[in-house]
């Protein structure tokens, strides 16, 4: 047997011999009573201890899913603020435009410590006539021009489709509001309108909004000639 083997098998014999000395003296310090005491108040310690860490083990597992389900909450909305920004730089030119008042764009000026006036309501007026209302083409939606088969699209886009659609309805409005008119303010012009739209009715346009191709030109024509006067 080399020299190194037989240092080495007598060292691992006496790291056992010193384990078997250390056993027997905590044993015999076992038997103390005032050792015992001592070892039992580690021994509840310990167990304290062993309950706090699976406490911050399950805190820190809690922490984790949380930081987890905020990095995809926040990934959700970047995907919404891009989506919210593509729509608010292509928006269809057919929709309403919205405008603030100039009262709601001067209450910012307003000193909160100066006292407001209080105006005194004004005489009532007697309600004014009732406009009646005209019915107007709805846009078409995404899905609906989705919907359509591509052979019937050809090239025409959403905004072509809806921006005629628009024209369509500002002609019905012009020709229903000649009809509403009372005929002692029609000018000339809007009197052979009148006449010619009454014209066109039959029994089953009765109660119907409608308008013909030729009236389209025609209306253009008359919208045009207002506002050349106006």
């Known amino acids: 047997m080399a020299s190194s083997d037989l240092e080495q098998l007598c060292s691992c014999i006496n790291d056992k011999i010193g384990n078997i000395k250390r056993m027997l003296s905590l044993r015999n310090c076992g038997q103390e009573p005032i050792l015992k005491t001592m070892l039992d108040k580690i021994g509840d310690e310990i167990i304290v201890v062993n309950e706090l860490l699976n406490k911050l083990e399950s805190e820190i597992q809690y922490q984790e899913q949380t930081n987890h389900s905020l990095k995809e909450l926040c990934e959700s909305l970047e995907e919404d603020y891009e989506d919210v920004e593509h729509l608010k730089e ?5 929709l309403p435009q919205i405008t603030v008042s100039q009262n709601l764009a001067n209450v910012s000026d307003l000193d909160p410590e100066e006292p407001v006036k ?9 309600p004014p006539k009732e406009q009646r209302s005209i019915k107007e083409m709805p846009f078409i939606t ?13 090239r025409l886009t959403y905004c072509q489709i809806n921006d005629v659609v628009k024209e369509i309805n500002k002609a019905v409005v012009s020709k229903y509001k000649i009809l509403h008119q009372p005929k002692k303010s029609m000018s000339s012009v809007a009197r052979n309108l009148y006449h010619r739209f009454i014209d066109e009715e039959t029994k089953d346009t009765k109660g119907q909004y409608f308008i013909v191709e030729a009236a389209l030109y025609v209306i253009s024509l008359y919208m045009i000639s207002l506002a050349f006067f106006l």
């Open 90 to 94: 292509n928006i269809p030119p057919h």
């Open 118 to 126: 209080v105006e005194e309501p004004a005489p009532t007026k007697k």
């Open 142 to 154: 995404s899905d609906e021009f989705n919907g359509i088969p591509a052979y019937m699209k050809s």
